[in-house]
């Protein structure tokens, strides 16, 4: 019965490789999140740059005239320039500090892609609840007889359906190759 066992091999592949998909989409999702948010933190700390630049332009304005005027009264000409600038200095400062910690906040943590491809690979695609029905399904299909193919032209298509078996047992391979090499590597390194 290559029929309907090539079925349940090309439905259990494409279980596998909607789960792939969806552990790429959730990482692709996690990273543009990530973007997004990287953005958002520059866009915040160049408003604050600007809010430094605007204080220091008021606090030169507003407050530098009568400062100056004041500690020029009361100590001098040299000691007033000093006050201003120092003033001004410093409230550039706080913006900047604020504006340098905005930036130095630390990414969100979240599983890295090798991760989640690991998860959907060794993950069942049938919730435990479902496992009968799934039984039964395949049961049925593997007791059903061979569907007639009449109805298929002889040319090519059967050719065809052998080739995607071929590249589905190729993939199927491939990707159990690959987890059992994972495995031995992190048993190695867990020795070790």
Request: hydrophobic residues 50%; positive net charge; charged residues 15%.
């Amino acid at each position: 019965m290559p029929g309907p066992s090539s079925g349940l091999l090309r439905a259990g592949i494409a279980l596998k490789l909607n789960q792939v998909k969806r552990a790429t989409q959730s990482y692709l999702r996690d990273r543009t999140n990530q973007a997004t948010g990287t953005v958002t933190s520059y866009a915040i700390a160049a408003g604050l740059f600007a809010a430094a630049g605007i204080f220091l332009i008021a606090a030169l304005l507003v407050g530098a005239t009568a400062l100056f005027r004041w500690v020029e009264i009361n100590y001098g000409l040299f000691w007033a320039f000093g006050a201003i600038g120092g003033l001004l200095a410093v409230i550039a400062g706080i913006c900047a500090a604020v504006a340098v910690v905005k930036l130095k906040r630390p990414p969100p943590q979240f599983p890295s892609l090798t991760s989640r491809l690991r998860v959907a690979l060794k993950a069942s695609p049938v919730k435990p609840d479902q496992i009968e029905a799934v039984r039964d399904t395949a049961a049925a299909i593997l007791q059903a007889p061979a569907a007639p193919v009449g109805h298929r032209s002889r040319r090519g298509r059967s050719g065809h359906d052998s080739r995607n078996v071929q590249i589905g047992l190729i993939l199927m391979a491939s990707l159990l190759g690959y987890a059992a090499v994972r495995r031995r590597q992190q048993a190695r390194h867990v020795e070790v």
